[in-house]
């Protein structure tokens, strides 16, 4: 249920254990949208159900309990969970309807369908090409029900592309081909987007494509930025990030090349835009014109790889190091060099392994516990096709990193390792590709325990 609440857009954080006296099994409290919602798990659909029925249809009562809410009450069952909602946030109520369906007792509410962008946000910056808009609704239920009789709080979405979101009461809200378009999901990419400022716009219509009887629209504005073209060979360490602490033992080096085609041609002739990559390990790379850029043995290793493992890399600070060479192994004019400076540690704490999964543009946690000082490995299951990524940092402002994951492609899936901070407190991860919504808190405790959120257990 918690992946299927953040794939709706909420923010969902699992906290504490409730009771309430008229239900007959323990309960667990989830934050969405910091608002508090109780959720009641039981052995079998039939026991819920049993529950269930004993809710009078307004919530004033269970059973033979009299109950007086502080607000107003929402029940929801879906299988073999009850939940219940007690507050007035029509964010809350929409997007547990979104999910549970209609609630079953307590007091109706209207909601309003809303519609907002997530992405791009109103202001960016992004690359010329593709521009993929995703957003948030609730109140409303999305089908693919195009062009069929109209039903009351469904239908679907238009997007659009620089064009104003037609709103005539009856008319279809359709502009110039290749303006919109007309979908049931709640992404869609703009291909090839030119250079320029750019308005995109997303509307909630009805099955037959007319505006609702209140127009539903969002719309942001973003600068489209084109790229400028790059001859000359790059290269990037991308991880392990400066300032990482990582445990004793094989140290992974994972680079990003640009314009530079790496070859298993080494010491045959040279050829423009091809080569190889030497690795370095605490040895300055040499960059003498014509001379060979290696260092003494078991400091450097050649290679046409990506990667390159250094083993039984001891404890203290380390100086990691690429270059991008010929086929001969001499230095490009002019060099191309990366490097990183990390420290390796002895782990002091426990080891903790911790399964995260990105899927619906969203992280399956919000919220990982590890003890201070623990030698931490993120399983990391990318189960989109689009770039996600796992990324620490001290705050929320993501200017000083902790550990910077490698970037994938999914479905895939990566191990990363470091060692939590030493210091207790909450930290904020995210990925770095959608770095305004995947977010969490990585909680860091003195007392040796973690309490790593299990969405195995039926939320």
Same mark, same amino acid.
Request: charged letters at 10%; hydrophobic letters at 40%; one cysteine or more.
């Given at each position: ?52 029925? $004993? ?16 607000? !107003? ?5 879906? @299988? ?32 309003? *369908?809303?519609?907002?962008? =997530?992405?791009?946000?109103?202001? !960016?910056?992004?690359?010329? @090409? ?22 009351? /709080? ?22 110039? &081909?290749?303006?919109?378009? !007309? ?20 509307? =909630? ?29 790059? =290269?990037?360490?991308?991880?392990? &990030? ?10 992974? +080096? ?18 423009? /835009? ?30 046409? $790889? ?33 490097? +990183? ?50 990324? =620490? ?7 000083? *990193? ?6 994938? +492609? ?50």
């Amino acid at each position: 249920m918690i992946s299927d609440l953040r794939a709706a857009g909420a923010t969902v954080v699992p906290d504490e254990e409730i009771s309430q006296p008229f239900f007959s099994v323990e309960g667990k409290i989830i934050k969405i949208n910091n608002e508090n919602v109780q959720v009641f798990e039981y052995a079998s659909i039939e026991a819920a159900g049993a529950d269930a029925a $004993e809710v009078s249809p307004d919530g004033s009562s269970v059973g033979t309990t009299m109950v007086s809410w502080m607000s !107003a009450p929402h029940f929801y069952k879906s @299988g073999r969970l009850i939940v219940l909602y007690v507050g007035t946030d029509e964010t809350v109520t929409g997007v547990l309807g979104e999910v549970l369906g209609k609630q079953f007792a307590g007091r109706m509410v209207i909601v309003s *369908p809303l519609v907002s962008i =997530l992405e791009p946000a109103d202001g !960016a910056t992004v690359p010329a @090409g593709n521009v993929r808009v995703s957003i948030q609704v609730s109140g409303f239920e999305l089908v693919s029900k195009l062009g069929q009789p109209n039903t009351v /709080g469904e239908g679907h979405v238009h997007y659009y592309l620089d064009a104003k979101p037609p709103v005539t009461p009856g008319q279809p809200a359709v502009t110039a &081909a290749g303006t919109y378009a !007309a979908s049931a999901e709640r992404s869609h990419t703009w291909q090839n987007v030119a250079p320029g400022s750019h308005t995109l716009a997303a509307q =909630l219509v009805n099955n037959d494509h007319t505006p609702l009887a209140t127009p539903v629209v969002a719309q942001v504005t973003i600068n489209v930025e084109a790229l400028a073209p790059v001859t000359s060979p790059t =290269l990037r360490i991308l991880t392990p &990030a400066g300032g990482t602490t990582l445990p004793a033992g094989p140290v992974a +080096v994972t680079i990003v090349v640009g314009n530079f085609s790496p070859v298993s041609k080494l010491g045959q002739p040279n050829a423009a /835009g091809e080569g190889h990559v030497h690795y370095y390990l605490d040895a300055e790379p040499p960059v003498t014109p014509g001379q060979p850029a290696v260092t003494a043995p078991g400091t450097y290793a050649a290679s046409a $790889e990506r990667s390159h493992t250094w083993q039984n890399v001891t404890p203290g600070s380390h100086t990691l190091a690429a270059q991008l060479v010929n086929n001969d192994h001499t230095p490009l004019e002019p060099p191309v060099v990366a490097e +990183v400076t990390i420290n390796v540690a002895i782990p002091t704490g426990q080891s903790i392994t911790i399964n995260l999964n990105a899927q619906y543009t969203a992280f399956d946690k919000g919220t990982i516990s590890v003890p201070a000082g623990a030698n931490v490995t993120i399983v990391f299951n990318n189960q989109e096709i689009i770039p996600h990524s796992f990324s =620490l940092y001290q705050d929320s402002t993501a200017t000083s *990193p902790i550990f910077v994951g490698e970037t994938i +492609v999914g479905p895939r899936t990566v191990s990363y390792q470091f060692i939590a901070p030493s210091t207790p407190g909450t930290y904020f991860f995210r990925c770095d590709v959608h770095p305004t919504f995947m977010t969490g808190s990585l909680i860091v405790t003195a007392d040796g325990d973690s309490d790593v959120p299990d969405d195995g257990d039926g939320y």
